[in-house]
């Protein structure tokens, strides 16, 4: 399978509709599952990664098998290689700033696309670290993105990035924070 660069994002109001729809697309659309569980309120939420063309079939198997639990279906295509870690969970804190990170961007947003657009948008336009990007599980279906850096950077990817997000009416909220509190970055690790 050719890992490629889009990401699928399958949101389900029903759990059992859920692990049908992810058999039947693991099952018939060469992606990747990223994510697949149950969420807040008894949905389900399933994350793909896969060419455009493939992940656009996945998302069509899903509006066909998911039927009346189909809550959202979105595909983003050229997802920067540095969000595909921060949704897993496998993304570490190494720093090139030592042991004190400079400055932190956290990003809420009220679903799960539009934290990954804002994370995918930050990291284009700045150098900076994408820590986490936290979708759905105890947050109420909301997404938070916590990016690092210095802070003229920082600076440069927050307007494009919440900008992205507003459009959608998705933005909840955000801050940047100057020499954030080692148990602060730690909580959001």
Not at 119 to 124: F, G, L, M, Y
């Amino acid at each position: 399978m050719e890992q490629g660069d889009a990401i699928g994002i399958i949101e389900l109001a029903s759990i059992y509709k859920g692990y049908h729809v992810q058999d039947e697309v693991l099952k018939h659309a060469n992606v990747e599952k990223l994510v697949a569980r149950s969420i807040c309120s008894g949905k389900y939420l399933m994350i793909i990664r896969g060419t455009v063309g493939d992940v656009e079939t996945a998302i069509n198997i899903a509006r066909e098998v998911g039927e009346f639990s189909v809550v959202n279906l979105t595909v983003i295509p050229k997802v920067d290689p540095r969000v595909f870690p921060a949704i897993a969970g496998t993304t570490t804190l190494e720093t090139k700033f030592g042991t004190k990170i400079p400055a932190m961007l956290i990003i809420e947003t009220f679903s799960v696309a539009s934290a990954i657009k804002a994370a995918d948008c930050a990291v284009k336009e700045a150098d900076l670290d994408i820590v986490r990007v936290h979708v759905a599980m105890a947050v109420g279906g909301k997404g938070i993105v916590v990016l690092t850096g210095d802070i003229a950077p920082l600076e440069a990817a927050v307007h494009p990035a919440i900008d992205a997000v507003k459009e959608d009416g998705m933005l909840a909220g955000y801050v940047l924070i100057r020499n954030p509190h080692e148990d602060v970055l730690r909580d959001l690790i």
